[in-house]
């Protein structure tokens, strides 16, 4: 038998059953023996009594509770449960009339009468094992259903993830070789470290975006690398001020999370309509959370309904990040678009998960 076999052996429920029913006898042997001082004797008393209330016990936990209190039917359940016990009692009454008194008493002859109060008396003594059984069996389903919901919210969240990351992919996609194409139009000189950098670029958004987290590092170098094209594409026209403040060497993000905020700055606010181009990045990194804060100019002539429900509705990239946002920090964040006028200025917050600062 191999080490896999034996394993799961070992975690067959069997061993639970058996090791409840032994910690049984054992317990009202040596309980019951220390007042007779019999031990062997109220051993074999207690084999007696164990097949009765084992099949009120199993009765009790794959019948009663399934059929009946699962489905709410109180009143049926709790009727049955009483009768079961009291037959359960009849029964061992029974077994030590016919049985373990002809067998083991040293008066074979004692009369013991067949109804009496005693019947109530013995519930008491053996019905707290099924309580004790039927808890585990509430608690164990519990738990299994609690695992079950866990893993399929796990598994929708996993699934919702890959839906907005698969969104991603083609929305860069299609801007970088955009920008490659207006780039191409003016004959560049820069043109090879134009396409390396357009294919770091895409290596990033195609490759990284498959990891739960990468180093805060990377997503600041490929936001770097963003920033040198559009300055490539619009020269002195554009004014871009970009500042990291504080230790990102050891710091871990979802990827992607910050770039669709830095792409829809310039989208919005370096478009042909805006005489002033102006985009300021801040990034900043301290003991609690990571804080990054983007401000870009926008046309005041366009007016304040039309420049939100670009980024609202038509702004891929926010949308996503808003999503992706609630899924993964849903009360560990902060996130806003505020129009100021003459400027747009979005915030986002995130708190640190742990003292590894992984966000």
Known sequence: ?????????????????????????????????????NYFQQFLYFLHYMPAIMALTYFTTHFLIPRFLYTKRYKLFFFLTILSAILTSFIQRLNIIYIVIPSYSQNPDFEFPLFSYDIFVRISLFYPYVIFASAITILAKWYKSEKTDQQLREEKLQTELKFLKAQINPHFLFNTLNSLYVLAKKNEPRTPEIVLKLANLLRFIVYECNYDKIPLTKEIKIIE??????????????????????????????????????????????????????????????????KFHIVNSKDTDIGNEKEINLLDVEGVGVQNIQKRLALLYKNEHFFSLEDKGNSFEAKLIIEHKRQDHEI
Do not use: C
């Open 225 to 290: 690398d963003y920033i040198d094209l559009e300055k490539l594409r619009f020269g002195d026209e554009l004014e871009i001020d970009f500042t990291v403040v504080g230790n990102t060497e050891n710091v871990k993000i979802t990827p992607v999370l910050l770039l669709p905020l830095v792409e829809n700055a310039f989208k919005h606010g370096v478009s042909k309509s805006v005489s002033t181009k102006k985009i300021k990045i801040e990034l900043i990194n301290d003991d609690t959370s990571l």
């Open 1 to 37: 038998m191999n080490r896999l076999s034996f394993s799961r052996l070992l975690s067959h429920p069997f061993w639970g059953h058996l090791a409840f029913w032994v910690l049984y006898l054992i317990t009202n042997t040596f309980s019951q023996g220390y007042y007779s001082g």
